[in-house]
Each structure stands twice: as structure tokens, then as C-alpha cells.
């Protein structure tokens, strides 16, 4: 008989099932509003409701709350707002009115220089995350790939005094991460080695652990999906002063004396998440890997080269549900960040007309070149604060039009701008299903380790509200019980109260 699916199994089988309901909403583009008629691709009893509602109101909506004063919706329109919210993996959010991240008040100074309030929360909770790990595995030796500027892998050499291999494939972001390096090595020596700049306290400041003087390796190259563990860095782009090195670990196996890594990836674009669970599925000598992602767009899917396996799907039961292809639409969806538009709605900010105007702009250059569909028009600085032919004639030029020759104040046009609640009711409905673009690829990755017969886990770990890829994946070979024991009460210890500083050096 055939065994009974997992919570993670349904719940993706589930996802695919209703996508595949509201594809036409899924992939549809908000700048083709106009041109393409997409209001009248609503459900006919949704359209009254959502052309009625207010902004506060579609973010009770999308928030799973009444939907403010005077909100009546239909059943179907609730039923389907219900069914995306709980089919979506739980996004941990913490109550209370959404708020700017501030400098993470236990962080060390030195470590918080270049690195902006959102990184520092990030790296911070991260951070603890792997520390966690290490003392669980037994390793000390973390792999950061995609480092960039090296801001997580000086926390876990300096502050946390892990051993730490950065990995990046360009060239100047290397270069820049061991500057950061020697600054903060300069520091130390001047201070000896508490890091203390002198001055009275700051504001809010708790006492921080010294840090540790041994900075992370830096390594320049990129990382080949199919290549062996010990021989899985191709050479950087821009390839730097010197060649990639095959195996920055030492070691035949790839690892220092046969010791075992950790690997980590915060934030790593597209196909190089699914290449670190690859590595691990496939390396003995890593112990664990965290792996958070980003740009779901830009991941791969079959048909793919022979040799060149796709980012999605990765797991046997994925690949297997009916439905489960996502287009480039449906994944860039997925990088939306649900927490701060409803916010927008929440404020009736002004911001919101900007995806009237573009859609506006969009049916004015197919008009002008018929050819062109959807071209990058790039973002437009304060465009909620100018006036629609003010915006067109920044627009215009950037897709090779000239102002002039189009009517930027036609009644066509007026007509159009007088729809901007439409466009915006049309938006809310549609990111309703984005969070579960974003379930289904990251249950997939999961499914994939569970296959293979590996710890897993997908934790909640950065507030979405200003760190909207919040979820992490951590696999392990050995249970993980006493890795995520207790990870919801550390995130009330790392609460960070902010701290008020100087700039320095023009940062």
C-alpha cells in the first residue's frame, strides 16, 4: 500500500491544486492592467467588492482581519483569501505596529560599521542560528557561500570566534570584505582587543563579548552545481588577480583534515541555494547547511541542458504533482514582500498610485510602438510624488520615446488614472498568492532532503517585515530537536532596542 503523505507533502500537493485555479491571476503582469483588460479577469461577484474597497480594507484582506468598516466581500473571495493564508507557511511576525530596523544594540560596534539595520538583524539572528549548530555537530569551520562583503562571516570569526571560509564570486566584493577585514583588525590592536572606542556610554548599549582578532579566508570563485565538494569553485566573475582555488577547504576530501563544515548561504540568488543543498546532499564531509534564498526568479527549470540539473524542482514528489511548473511571473511574484504592502494599504500611502501610473505608461507605448511589450522602464525616484505627465516624461526616454509625440493628458488617459483603486484592489489580490510560490518552492528543497533521509527544518527567522525572505532552511545529518529547542525565546533576547551612533566616514 502506498504510504500515507507528509504534513509538508499534502500541504504542497494542496498549493498546486489551487494555483492552478488562479493561474491567469498568478502570472498575470500588473503593468498590463490596461492594455490587457485584466480587471475583467476577476471573478465577476469579486469585482463589485474589491472596486468598493478602500486600502485599509484589502489589508484586513490580505491580513486575514474584517477588512475594516464597511467591508462585505463575497464567500468566494473570502474562501480563497482563507485557503491562500493557510496553505502559506507561517511567516512568524511579531505583533505591534511595523517599525524601521534600528542598529542592533548587541552587536559589537565594530561589527555594525557598513552594514545597514536590516543586515545587522539578519547576521545576528543567523548567526546564532549556526552557533547552535556548531556546538550541536561538533564543527567549528563555517563555509559562507555568496558572502559578499563578508558582513556575516566577520561576525561568526570575530564575534562569535568561529572559523570561517568566505566564498564570492566577485572579485571587488572580495577585495572590499578584506578591507572591512583589515579595518576592524586595526581597531582591535588600537583598543587591545576590546573593540571599545571610549566615550560615555551609548544609549541603550548592553554590554558586548570581546572579539575574537582571527578573521574569516576569503576566497574569489563561484560554485559548480555538479562539481565534487573538494573541487567546487569555478573561477570568479571578474575573474580577479588570482586564479579560483579548486579547493578552499585544504584536505583531499575537501575538508581540513578530514574535519567537517557547516555551510550557509543568507540570501543566496537563485539556482546557488539549490547548488549548496546539492553539495550537502552529496558531501559527507559537510555536517549541516542553512540555506536562505532569494531571487526565485531567477531560478532554472527544466528543459535544462544534459549535465545542468534544474533549481526547481528538486524533490521525486514535486516533480511528480500535476501543476507543479511556475512561471518567470509566478516566481518573480514570490519575491514580493506581502508584510510591506500591506503596511502601504494599511497607511493609504500615496506610494501605491506608482503601479497605476506604470501600468498607465505601459498602454501608451504599445500604443506608440506596438512591438514593444513590458520594457524596463527602471525605477522612477518619488514617482508617487509627481504628476502622471511628470513621470511619462521620465519614463519615455528610457524605452526610446519622446514626450512629445505622446498624449500624456488625453481622457483616455484621465480615464485610466481614475482606476488607480482597481489597480491596487488587483494587486492585493494577486500577492495573495505569492507567499505560496515561495512555500512551494522552499517545501520542495525540503522534500528533496527528506528523500534523501536528512534532518530538516523551515524556521521563521528575521521579522518579514523588513526582511521579507525570512524563512530558513536548515538540514542536518543528525536530529536538529536540540538545535531549534528554544530558537523562538533567543529571538526575545536578540530584541534589538537600538542604539543611537555617530556617522562615521560618510557612512
Given at each position: 500500500p502506498a504510504q500515507p503523505l507528509t504534513p509538508e507533502q499534502r500541504r504542497a500537493a494542496a498549493i498546486t491544486r489551487l494555483l492552478g485555479l488562479y493561474q491567469p491571476l498568478l502570472d498575470a503582469y500588473v503593468i498590463d492592467f490596461f492594455a490587457e483588460g485584466l480587471w475583467a479577469q476577476l471573478p465577476p461577484p469579486w469585482q463589485p467588492a474589491l472596486a468598493a474597497a478602500t486600502p485599509p480594507q484589502l489589508a484586513g484582506l490580505l491580513g486575514g482581519r474584517a477588512g475594516g468598516p464597511g467591508a462585505a466581500w463575497p464567500?468566494?473571495?473570502?474562501?480563497?483569501?482563507?485557503?491562500?493564508?493557510?496553505?502559506?507557511?507561517?511567516?512568524?511576525?511579531?505583533?505591534?505596529?511595523?517599525?524601521?530596523?534600528?542598529?542592533?544594540?548587541?552587536?559589537?560596534?565594530?561589527?555594525?560599521?557598513?552594514?545597514?539595520?536590516?543586515?545587522?538583524?539578519?547576521?545576528?539572528?543567523?548567526?546564532?542560528?549556526?552557533?547552535?549548530?556548531?556546538?550541536?555537530?561538533?564543527?567549528?569551520?563555517?563555509?559562507?557561500?555568496?558572502?559578499?562583503?563578508?558582513?556575516?562571516?566577520?561576525?561568526?570569526?570575530?564575534?562569535?570566534?568561529?572559523?570561517?571560509?568566505?566564498?564570492?564570486?566577485?572579485?571587488?566584493?572580495?577585495?572590499?570584505?578584506?578591507?572591512?577585514?583589515?579595518?576592524?583588525?586595526?581597531?582591535?590592536?588600537?583598543?587591545?582587543?576590546?573593540?571599545?572606542?571610549?566615550?560615555?556610554?551609548?544609549?541603550?548599549?548592553?554590554?558586548?563579548?570581546?572579539?575574537t582578532p582571527r578573521p574569516p579566508r576569503h576566497v574569489a570563485g563561484r560554485l559548480d552545481p555538479v562539481a565534487p565538494w573538494g573541487e567546487f569553485l569555478l573561477p570568479p566573475n571578474p575573474p580577479g588577480s588570482d586564479p579560483a582555488v579548486k579547493n578552499p577547504l585544504g584536505g583531499p576530501g575537501g575538508s581540513e583534515g578530514g574535519q567537517r563544515v557547516l555551510v550557509t548561504g543568507l540570501h543566496a540568488c537563485g539556482d546557488l541555494s539549490p547548488a549548496l543543498l546539492r553539495h550537502f546532499a552529496r558531501s559527507p564531509s559537510v555536517a549541516a547547511v542553512t540555506s536562505v534564498a532569494c531571487c526565485h526568479m531567477k531560478l532554472s527549470t527544466p528543459p535544462q541542458p544534459p549535465g545542468s540539473p534544474p533549481g526547481y524542482p528538486l524533490s521525486a514528489f514535486v516533480a511528480g504533482l500535476p501543476g507543479h511548473q511556475l512561471s518567470y511571473r509566478a516566481r518573480e511574484a514570490a519575491c514580493h514582500a506581502l508584510e510591506e504592502f500591506t503596511g502601504r494599504l494599511e497607511r493609504g500611502s500615496d506610494s501605491l498610485r506608482v503601479h497605476c501610473y506604470r501600468a498607465a505608461l505601459e498602454t501608451l507605448i504599445r500604443a506608440a510602438r506596438p512591438g514593444l511589450r513590458r520594457p524596463g522602464v527602471q525605477t522612477v525616484k518619488k514617482a508617487h510624488a509627481l504628476s502622471f505627465p511628470q513621470y511619462a516624461c521620465l519614463g519615455l526616454p528610457r524605452v526610446g520615446l519622446d514626450p512629445a509625440t505622446v498624449p500624456l493628458d488625453s481622457v483616455a488617459v484621465v480615464a485610466m488614472l481614475e482606476q488607480q483603486h482597481k489597480v491596487v484592489a488587483f494587486v492585493s489580490v494577486t500577492l495573495l498568492l505569492a507567499p505560496l510560490v515561495e512555500t512551494l518552492v522552499l517545501l520542495d528543497r525540503l522534500l528533496y532532503l527528506r528523500e534523501q533521509g536528512f534532518h530538516c527544518a523551515l524556521v521563521p527567522l528575521f521579522d518579514p517585515r523588513f526582511s521579507p525572505r525570512n524563512l530558513v532552511l536548515v538540514a542536518s545529518r543528525t536530529p536538529l530537536d536540540a538545535v531549534l529547542a528554544g530558537l523562538d525565546e533567543d529571538s526575545g533576547e536578540d530584541e534589538d532596542t537600538g542604539v543611537t551612533e555617530p556617522p562615521r566616514n560618510g557612512q
Open positions: 464567500l468566494s473571495l473570502l474562501a480563497f483569501a482563507a485557503a491562500a493564508r493557510a496553505l502559506a507557511l507561517p511567516r512568524g511576525c511579531p505583533g505591534g505596529s511595523p517599525c524601521p530596523p534600528c542598529q542592533s544594540s548587541r552587536l559589537h560596534p565594530l561589527l555594525r560599521r557598513h552594514v545597514k539595520p536590516k543586515k545587522q538583524h539578519e547576521i545576528r539572528r543567523l548567526g546564532k542560528l549556526l552557533q547552535r549548530l556548531s556546538e550541536a555537530t561538533g564543527c567549528d569551520h563555517v563555509v559562507d557561500i555568496g558572502a559578499g562583503q563578508g558582513h556575516l562571516s566577520r561576525f561568526l570569526a570575530f564575534g562569535l570566534g568561529l572559523s570561517v571560509t568566505a566564498v564570492e564570486g566577485d572579485s571587488r566584493l572580495v577585495s572590499m570584505a578584506e578591507r572591512f577585514d583589515r579595518e576592524l583588525l586595526r581597531e582591535l590592536r588600537k583598543t587591545g582587543g576590546s573593540g571599545s572606542e571610549g566615550g560615555p556610554p551609548r544609549r541603550c548599549q548592553p554590554p558586548t563579548s570581546p572579539l
